[in-house]
């Protein structure tokens, strides 16, 4: 794979990330311990790993150079991203998969949030009654 370009990429996802990247054909290549940080998976050689679980997983480039194709793995783990070439900036939904597995089993997760006393309360207290979420924001 021939390099083209050296610049960083600013990864957003449930924090923001700044890591150095080599951009080939418009798409970046990272370094395999920013994989780690940004996404929360490892690559090992039984493929990519979180906790106790892993998903098969082939690099597209070689191996021994230390970067992997970023878009390949947040597509390989199912992760929805938008990626702006021009910014180096990457979106990455990495509750996409929680979100649409809730949506096919029409079952909510089980989420904390606090009341309007700072008492954490999550939605399994109320099983089997009716709910009603509301999110609002200020901006």
């Known amino acids: 794979?021939?390099?083209?370009?050296?610049?960083?990429?600013?990864v957003l996802?449930?924090?923001?990330y700044d890591m150095h990247a080599i951009w080939d054909d418009q798409r970046p290549f990272v370094k395999e311990t920013d994989i780690g940080e940004s996404l929360g998976?490892?690559?090992?050689p039984e493929g990519l790993c979180k906790d106790d679980s892993c998903?098969?997983?082939t690099p597209l480039n070689d191996p021994d150079s230390g970067y992997v194709d970023f878009l390949d793995i947040t597509n390989?783990?199912?992760?929805?991203?938008?990626?702006?070439?021009?910014l180096g900036l990457a979106a990455v939904d990495t509750f996409s998969l929680l979100r649409s597995s809730a949506l096919k089993d029409r079952k909510a997760p089980n989420?904390?949030?606090?009341?309007?006393?700072g008492?954490?309360?999550?939605?399994s207290e109320w099983s089997?009654?009716?709910k009603l979420l509301v999110a609002f924001s200020s901006w």
């Open 55 to 57: 998903i098969p997983y």
């Open 128 to 130: 089997d009654k009716k």
């Open 41 to 44: 998976w490892e690559l090992k």
């Open 76 to 86: 390989t783990l199912g992760f929805s991203n938008v990626l702006d070439v021009e």
């Open 111 to 117: 989420i904390e949030l606090p009341d309007v006393d």
């Open 13 to 16: 996802t449930h924090n923001t």
């Open 119 to 123: 008492q954490l309360h999550s939605l």
């Open 1 to 10: 794979m021939e390099k083209k370009e050296k610049s960083n990429l600013r």
